[in-house]
Structure formats: C-alpha cells, structure tokens
C-alpha cells in the first residue's frame, strides 16, 4: 500500500484535494479530526494528560479545551509534553486504519505532517501550496475570525518554503492553476 501525507499551511486548500484525491478512490484519514476524537476518547490519551495537567483537564462533558488550549499557549513546555502524548496514539490509530482499507492507496490529511513526525510514515508527501495573502482570505472568509489571528496561526507553523523544500510534490492551489489536472498528474506519478 502506498500512503501519501497531504500538507499545506492553514487556508492552502488540504481538505480540497484530499476531497479530490477522495473522488479518485483514495481513502484520507483526517488527522485533525482524529487527533481531537482521539484526545476526547482514548483512555491513554486522557490517562497522561491528566497526570501532566490535572484532573480536571476532563469533565463529565469530556476534554475542557479551553483549559487545554491555555496550558498549551502560555508554555510551549506543555505543548511539546502534549504534541509527545496525543502524537504517537493519532500514528497508531493511522497505522490501524491503514490495514483496514482495500485500497492501494491510502493518505493522511495533516497540517503538521513534518512537525508531528507523521512523514515518517508516509511513502510520498505532498504539499498543497497557496500564497499567503490568498490564504489569509479564505480563512477570514471561512472561519469569520480577525486578519490577525490568522496570521498569528500561521506565524506559529513551519513555513511553506520548509514544507515545500520536504515535500515530494507540491499543487499548486492558487486560483490561476485547475486543482484536477495536478491530482490526476500526482496520482499517475505513483
């Protein structure tokens, strides 16, 4: 089975080619939405989390993520301890779903694919590449959150020259290039 990573800095258009390569029959798992499913769910998820950061990280309504989310962005201490804990579980809960697909090819959906570690698991990385400022306004348009908050979001991943220098292949998803012509083209390099 050939796994491929698909990453791409927040508002570069992931989850569109993913959904493309989808159309294609290639089965994506979304690692984000995993790794929150997973930090709400696992037992040994929850179990470190809870010595690393109190009891009442969880409630009976689950994850306090806004408890979290303060332990994290007040100490980037925690967020490594945090990244160390919820990581290796999300990679074990992707190898599992790996052997699950009838699929010859499968794909993991990650904006920290290089940061997580999870491109050590991958055959192929491909990056989805869009300017910034095209980014930035899909992501106001999108979420309805401040220009500066998305630029603080962006300030605080692994710059898109890093990604595309690590990247296998890159698409290019800047409103000039046709996405499909560039997934089908990825998908025949395989």
């Not at 989808?22 to 010595?51: H, M, R, W």
């Not at 408890?67 to 301890?81: G, K, V």
């Not at 890093?162 to 290019?172: A, L």
Request: with cysteine.
């Amino acid at each position: 089975m050939i796994k491929i990573g698909i990453t791409g800095g927040i508002g570069s258009g992931k989850s569109v080619v993913a959904s493309l390569l989808n159309l294609y029959g290639v089965p994506v798992y979304v690692a984000d939405t995993e790794s929150k499913l997973l930090t709400d769910t696992s037992p040994v998820i929850k179990e470190k989390l809870t010595a690393l950061l109190g009891e009442d990280l969880y409630t009976e309504k689950g994850l306090n993520k806004k408890l979290l989310a303060s332990h994290i962005f007040s100490n980037p201490e925690y967020l490594r301890q945090v990244n160390a804990i919820i990581h290796p579980e999300v990679n074990r809960h992707f190898s599992a779903w790996t052997k699950s697909q009838a699929s010859d090819i499968c794909a993991i959906e990650s904006a920290i694919l290089f940061e997580s570690g999870f491109n050590e698991v991958v055959d192929k990385s491909l990056m989805v590449y869009a300017p910034m400022q095209l980014r930035i306004e899909r992501v106001v348009a999108r979420d309805n959150v401040p220009r500066e908050e998305i630029v603080r979001r962006i300030n605080n991943q692994l710059p898109d020259e890093v990604k595309r220098d690590r990247s296998d292949y890159v698409i290019y998803n800047d409103d000039k290039q046709a996405l499909l012509p560039q997934v089908e083209k990825f998908l025949v390099s395989l």
